[in-house]
């Protein structure tokens, strides 16, 4: 079983940056990939970027390519997303979640446990 809490979220102006964190419960979070997904009003949830469990490879939704990295730290049991360069269109609900095995993943059916959100928003 894995807890999963996000923080850091907040108000920013365009091309601003946030660092969200992702702290996690259990004894197993390096075991673990873990993921960042967001969902605006009125849009379904969509994927931003995956890491595995190792931190050894990362995966990006192509809107945040060069602007978003996404970061762990096992030890802690921490996820990180550092947000650059924001745009209004970042605007959302941010979550992260966890994937047992050893790969990468995009899709929200692979990820088994999710944090309750933390939302962004970006004026222009």
């Known amino acids: 079983q894995v807890q999963l809490a996000e923080s850091g979220g907040g108000l920013v102006q365009a091309g601003g940056w946030l660092r969200l964190s992702c702290a996690a419960s259990?004894?197993?979070?390096?075991?673990?990939?873990m993921g960042w997904f967001r969902q605006a009003p009125g849009k379904e949830r969509e994927f931003v970027a995956t890491?595995?469990?190792?931190?050894?490879?990362?995966y990006y939704t192509d809107s945040v390519k060069g602007r978003f990295t996404i970061s762990r730290d096992n030890a802690k049991k921490t996820v990180y997303l550092q947000m650059n360069s924001l745009k209004p269109e970042d605007t959302a609900v941010y979550y992260c979640a966890a994937a047992g095995g050893i790969g990468t993943y995009d899709s929200p059916s692979m990820y088994d446990y999710w944090g309750q959100g933390t939302q962004v928003t970006v004026s222009s």
């Open positions: 890491i595995s469990w190792s931190g050894g490879r990362t």
């Open positions: 259990g004894r197993t979070f390096g075991s673990y990939a």
